[in-house]
């Protein structure tokens, strides 16, 4: 199963980012997870929030360049070896990591080149994944 991910185009100055959560905290939103790349003047921020269609709203209606995509969430077990177990399901079925960032604890965030496959695979797997409705309760 996949969740929503909220993507801003965003400029690399001072006080971006801090207004893309303004705008989020005024909808009501919570951020669950993030991850700012710099690609030198301009980044994406990717946020996992609670209310995904709130928070792409929100940013549209103040001009803000974003969009939604699907990514894979999963819970890992704190144990040494365990992202590298996970990875090499993937890259063993020819599955490209996009890119991946960390959320809360060992909760991390994937995306991937075959959407589908890779959540039919991992949910065939000893791997927890995360569901929409779970990202409220994770603290």
Known sequence: MSIAQISVFS???PG??????AHFEEAGVSVRGYSLGDTGEYGIVRFIVDKPET?????????????????????????????ARVVG???DCGINIIYSYSMISTYIVIS???????????ASKPVDLV????LASLR
């Open 11 to 13: 400029e690399s100055k």
């Open 55 to 83: 928070a792409l709203d929100a940013l549209k209606q103040a001009g803000f360049a974003c969009t939604m995509s699907q990514v894979i969430c999963l819970r890992l077990a704190d144990v040494p070896g365990e992202l």
């Open 131 to 134: 569901a929409p409705d779970e």
């Open 89 to 91: 399901i993937l890259a």
């Open 16 to 21: 971006h980012l801090s207004r893309v959560l």
């Open 112 to 122: 991937v080149s075959d959407l589908q496959a890779a959540e039919e695979l991992l």
